[in-house]
């Protein structure tokens, strides 16, 4: 049966010599007289591939499904709920990798710096801002005519949101004036270069927000206002930033975004074929390593970040 095989975005690979190790966020494998032919095989599932079988030898295949690393849909799907099914648990398993950034434990506890607590809000700020230049390029180079009013609607329904976010960041004062005319920090620019690039093709734009939405038991305003209203009692000197960022996650769900359009227009459209598949997982997986960089990023500056 033919399927989209991946390996997750959060899983690296090296060769040392004749060795090759392969990192997963569980474990490490090391695999010792490693042809070279197994490097050309990761690099493709790296890229996601549409295939009957993964082209990996049976007993390391086995071993980096055990781990969550490697990753197969059917393709095409039996039906539209089966594969979303099978797509967002992709989506909410990748969003963990994510959070497993060394950023997020410290934020978490409550210890982070007001310099790292302000690099994470002008971040979102700035991945706004991003979105309705993205959003309004998928719209206009959609190449399906039928998938072409929902992304105008997405873009007007979004578009001078981050305005919101923008008047919350001032309200802190100044820590929150600088993180909103400083510039984006190199991940968040390559975040928003790569939703642009991703533009006209439809199935790996839509496939990203299945990250960007992660994980999909969020799916009420009043989980996303208790969740940043934690953030707002744990970072008080930021409370103003937290609540505009919490409005604006609230404003989406009354706008009816708390399902994403890649399920609303399969809705319609019915299950999507493999090469559909395989470009909404390809968008997915980039999504997540994306935004880990991000939160990576930002820790590497702690140092420098104390306000």
């Known amino acids: 049966m033919t399927a989209v095989w991946i390996l997750g975005p959060h899983v690296g690979y090296r060769r040392e010599a004749r060795t090759l190790l392969i990192d997963t966020p569980q474990w490490q494998l090391q695999i010792d007289n490693a042809p070279a032919g197994l490097d050309l095989a990761l690099a493709s599932l790296a890229n996601g591939m549409l295939a009957a079988h993964s082209g990996l030898p049976p007993a390391l295949q086995q071993q980096l499904m055990e781990c969550e690393a490697l990753h197969a849909l059917p393709a095409p799907p039996a039906d539209v709920d089966r594969f979303l099914e099978g797509f967002f648990a992709l989506c909410d398993l990748w969003a963990l990798g994510v959070f497993a950034s060394p ?27 991003g979105a309705d230049l993205h959003n309004r390029c998928a719209y206009e180079r959609c190449p399906l005519p039928s998938l072409r009013p929902l992304l105008l609607s997405h873009f ?109 227009w399969l809705r319609v459209q019915g299950p999507p074929d493999g090469e559909f598949v395989l470009g909404t997982l390809r968008g997915a997986r980039a999504a997540a390593a994306a935004f880990r960089a991000i939160f990576d990023e930002l820790f590497s500056l702690r140092p420098a970040a104390a306000c």
């Open 103 to 129: 950023f997020w434990p410290r934020f978490l506890d409550g210890q982070a710096s007001a310099g790292e607590v302000f690099g994470l809000l002008g971040q979102m700020y700035h991945r706004t801002v």
């Open 156 to 264: 007007q329904d979004e578009r001078g949101h981050a305005a919101m976010i923008a008047d919350g960041l001032r309200r802190c004062g100044a820590p929150g004036c600088r993180v909103v005319d400083n510039p984006a920090l190199a991940s968040t620019r390559r975040l928003i270069a790569m939703m642009v690039s991703f533009s006209s093709l439809p199935a790996t734009y839509l496939g990203c927000y299945g990250v960007f939405h992660a994980p999909v038991t969020i799916r009420d305003a009043a989980t996303v206002q208790q969740q940043f209203a934690a953030f707002a009692q744990r970072y008080p000197f930021a409370a103003p930033a937290f609540d505009a960022v919490s409005r604006h996650a609230q404003l989406d769900y009354r706008l009816g975004h708390e399902e994403i359009m890649l399920a609303r």
